[in-house]
């Protein structure tokens, strides 16, 4: 009998519990019981992914893909504006959401099953993977959600780099980037994209506009001392001086309230779900169930590495949430659904596709 891992579970539900404390200080509020909600909602959904095991949910991997795109084009024409992005989508009675983070997880499902036994070499290497990648990158970068865009990049680039794309490849388009960046990508960039880029060279250039969010969040995370505040006691916080505190800057609460302690605290326990995610795909017998478990990885690994970045002011503010942490329904559902999934590969791991 093939034995699960038995820490990841306490990982994750340590990481939720570190995270609930957090919004409930951030969102005392309406917020904090729909998250409980979601949360509910999202531990239906994991259930129902661990008793499906890993067969169904691999086959299922096109039809999933396929309603992805849908739900994105869906969103061009019946979508939603919030905070400048057509992203949201409401069916009927249903509650909002956003397609984005769905099709995060159906890239990773779908890559997984495009690059088995299919190495990335010469251009026709390439033709499936990039025709997997593409749409839905370009159909989120469109809406404009370029914090969502980056992460369905950042996953589908690792997904190849661990099939083998050369580094070269790499170099080439990173250089064919920053060449077109100033004549292509500038123009294109919607005016708050290139609002954010510019305060973070230098947020102290408009500390009551572009910069305000960053100089706040650095303010907050550097009074918190060793120890911090107390719970519901950040006065950067509790007063409002930080935007998005329960969502995009929710990490500055926990470190204004909790301490430098409570702040290494998160990190590290991201630290331990990473280091179980890498061992899990390398106990994985086959390479589809190790591109899932990494590409998982990446899902959550970038969008925190990002976050953290943006309000410590290493990364310009790109409205990606922290994983598990931030509130917000879709993310926490993909989130926990995309962890069930790397637990069920994992478990299931002796079986074939």
């Known amino acids: 009998m093939v034995r699960a891992d038995p820490g990841f579970p306490v990982v994750v539900l340590a990481l939720l519990g570190l995270g609930l404390g957090t919004l409930r200080s951030a969102a005392p509020g309406d917020e904090f ?25 691999v ?21 939603t504006t919030v905070n400048g992005a057509q992203s949201w989508l409401y069916l009927g009675p249903l509650p909002g959401f956003q397609p984005s983070e769905f099709a995060k997880l159906a890239l990773i499902l ?30 989120v970068l469109t809406e404009p959600d370029l914090g969502g865009a980056l992460v369905i990049a950042a996953v589908g680039g690792t997904m190849l780099l661990l099939r083998g794309l050369p580094w070269r490849h790499v170099a080439a388009a990173a250089l064919l980037f920053t060449v077109a ?29 572009s910069g305000y969010q960053v100089i706040q969040s650095t303010i907050a995370i550097g009074s918190g001392g060793l120890t911090g505040k107390g719970w519901g006691e950040g ?24 301490g430098f302690l409570a702040a290494v605290t998160l990190l590290v326990l ?9 061992a899990m795909a390398s106990e994985c017998i086959y390479e589809r169930d190790q591109f899932v478990i990494m590409g998982v990885l990446t899902l959550i690994g970038f969008q925190v590495a990002v976050n953290v970045g943006v309000t410590l002011g290493l990364a310009p503010v790109t409205g990606i949430t922290l994983p598990l942490v931030s509130y917000g329904g879709t993310s926490l559902l993909t989130t926990l659904v995309a962890l069930g999934l790397a637990f069920v590969v994992h478990r299931d791991r002796y079986a074939d596709w």
Do not use: C
């Open 33 to 57: 019981v729909r998250q409980l909600v979601f949360l509910g909602v999202a531990a239906v959904a994991v259930a129902v992914v661990v008793a499906l095991g890993k067969r169904r949910i």
């Open 59 to 79: 086959r299922a991997a096109p039809y999933l893909y396929g309603t992805s795109i849908a739900l994105l084009l869906l969103v061009k024409v019946a979508g």
């Open 110 to 139: 779908a890559l997984a099953a495009a690059l088995h036994d299919r190495p990335v070499q010469g251009p026709r290497g390439y033709l499936r993977p990039l025709a997997l990648m593409v749409p839905p990158t370009l159909l």
């Open 181 to 209: 960046f100033p004549s292509v990508v500038w123009p294109n960039l919607e005016p708050h994209q290139r609002t954010r880029l510019v305060s973070f060279l230098d947020p102290a250039a408009d500390p009551q506009g």
């Open 235 to 258: 006065t950067q916080s509790q007063l409002g001086f930080i935007p998005y505190r329960h969502t995009d800057f929710i990490f500055p609460v926990l470190a204004e309230e909790g």
């Open 270 to 278: 991201y630290g331990l779900l990473f280091w179980r995610l890498v």
